[in-house]
């Protein structure tokens, strides 16, 4: 548990202060008690720090990189770099809080006091929201190992992080109010991400949702495989019938503006495992595929969020959740198959399975549910990986302003989304000779006519924007604050552009 405490300006003892660290200036390592590491006492911490950081270790001030100097009578301090002066942005201050944070705990510190600086270019509320952004993503742990109380992990430990800054501490309990209400959508899209098929299939999904979001206040409703018959989900329901799990079909409304009628839907793939079905994946490119329902990790995750902080927005998410495996009931290569929106569908590859789910969970959104703008978020194509890594969230969209919009938050948030060009060359290779569509078209610009052929299944002309998160939200190493597996990408986006308090 991270707990914030604020001071008035001045009231801290930390300072923080630029000290440039040239890697070229730095002294053979002299003896303690040398003349180049007695301290004068006009001298400023950090001054003085950075010289001793410099004398005892390869510190460069590189944003992110620590130096310890622990003190057996008074507090002990700590360096943290930040780059080059000029250049810090709110990204380099999650990273830096995150890097302090995991130094704290290293060193078994329970207290700590920071003096935010102040910066030209972003504001004391903005400085601070970022920092215990990045501290608080040191608090994420997700591990079924049966020894980790005792393993040296400091997770059950409590930490206390005296703020001062130069700003009212009402605004600053508020941004932190509304860090924790993301944070705590980031750790639950993480969490239902990286606990395996055995844990999470439809049901279980479907549960976790309603555990998570009616207390809330989201309205959760969740309709079984009868009831989807009902609706004729057919698309939807051809990749579920192979497995022992029934599907379930997850509707989650927040209505924070309740004076608008407008409204986002977020649709998520949910599919809880992805074996590939007939097209059968390799044995290496099935372990992880529990993490193909990320997408809609990140709709409950976000949905919490917005709850969470109150956020005024009126936003749905749409979940089509469901296992695609192989047994005598499983869909087929070849077969043709209908969908909600009425279109027929040629089955030229099962593994091609998430645009057959979204295809019905879209329609649904735009045409029983009304949306007026639809974001869909989907691990859809390993094509994506390829092409972006787990660095960038992959978007095809039918509205550029919509798409600048969603573009700045991401910014914002501190997350990379690249726009892939959605032109009709590439709508035109998912025409099929005897359906209306084919959902596997071949290798090339994979990625876009995966998004657009999704997109051909909005049931009115309304702004979209399709993100592949196959790369980004789940990842096999850590990278600054994001942890290996889930990285509950992109709910910091979503949640800022849903949040209108960010902008
Ligand atoms: N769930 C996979 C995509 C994926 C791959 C997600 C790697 C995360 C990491 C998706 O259902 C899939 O199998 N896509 C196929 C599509 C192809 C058959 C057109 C792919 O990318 O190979
Ligand atoms: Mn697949
Ligand atoms: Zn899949």
């Known amino acids: 548990m991270v707990r914030f405490e604020f001071f008035t300006k001045g009231g801290a003892r930390a300072e923080f202060a630029f000290v440039e660290v040239k890697p070229t200036a730095t002294p053979a390592n002299p003896e303690p008690g040398s003349a180049a590491l007695e301290a004068s006492p006009a001298e400023p911490t950090a001054t003085r720090l950075a010289r001793l950081a410099k004398a005892r270790s390869k510190f460069t001030g590189k944003s992110g990189e620590t130096f310890y100097w622990p003190k057996a009578e008074e507090a002990s301090e700590l360096l943290v770099g930040l780059g080059e002066p000029g250049k810090v942005t709110a990204e380099t201050l999650r990273k830096a809080a995150f890097s302090l944070a995991k130094a704290l705990k290293e060193h078994k510190e329970s207290e700590v006091e920071v003096a935010l600086p102040e910066l030209a270019a972003i504001s004391v509320t903005e400085v601070f929201q970022a920092f215990a952004e990045g501290f608080l993503h040191s608090d994420y742990r997700f591990s079924r190992k049966t020894m980790d109380k005792n393993d040296g992990d400091d997770n059950g430990k409590d930490l206390t992080v005296r703020i001062s800054a130069a700003a009212e501490e009402a605004e600053l309990q508020a941004a932190l109010a509304n860090v924790n209400a993301m944070m705590e959508g980031i750790f639950l899209a993480r969490d239902l991400t990286n606990r395996t098929a055995n844990e999470i299939y439809p049901e279980t999904l479907a549960r976790a949702a309603q555990e998570a979001l009616e207390p809330a206040g989201v309205k959760v409703r969740v309709y079984d495989k009868a009831e989807i018959e009902a609706i004729g989900m057919e698309a939807f329901l051809s990749v579920a019938k192979g497995s022992a799990h029934e599907p379930r079909f997850i509707v989650m409304e927040y209505n924070g503006q309740p004076d608008s009628a407008e409204r986002t839907a977020l649709v998520g793939k949910g599919l809880t495992y992805d074996s590939g079905g007939y097209s059968i994946k390799t044995a290496a490119g099935m372990v992880t595929m529990h993490c193909d329902m990320a997408g809609s990790a990140a709709v409950i995750g976000t949905l919490l969020a917005l709850a969470k902080a109150q956020a ?189 308090r960010n902008s």
Not at 316 to 340: M, Q, R
Not at 367 to 378: G, P
Not at 391 to 411: C, G, I
Not at 457 to 482: C, E, M, N, Q
């Open 312 to 500: 005024k927005s009126n936003v749905v998410g749409v979940v089509a959740a469901c296992e695609n495996l192989i047994s005598g009931t499983a869909f087929k290569t070849g077969d043709i198959i209908g969908s909600l929106s009425g279109k027929t569908i040629e089955v030229l590859n099962t593994d091609a399975e998430g645009r057959l789910t979204l295809a019905d969970a879209i329609y649904y959104a735009t045409k029983q549910l009304d949306a007026d703008r639809v974001i869909d978020l989907a691990t859809l194509t390993g094509a994506c990986v390829v092409a972006l890594g787990s660095e960038y969230t992959a978007a095809v969209t039918n509205d550029d302003a919509f798409m600048a919009e969603l573009k700045a938050a991401a910014d914002v948030a501190g997350e990379k989304v690249w726009q892939l060009p959605s032109d009709e060359a590439f709508a035109e290779k998912n025409k099929s000779k005897v359906a209306d569509l084919l959902n596997s078209p071949g290798r090339e610009a994979g990625t876009v006519t995966a998004g657009l052929f999704v997109g051909e299944f909005l049931a009115k002309d309304v702004p979209w924007i399709h993100l592949d998160i196959a790369g980004t939200a789940y990842r096999d190493k850590p990278s600054g604050y994001l942890p290996d597996r889930a990285t509950g990408q992109p709910v910091k986006t979503l949640f800022t552009l849903l949040n209108p």
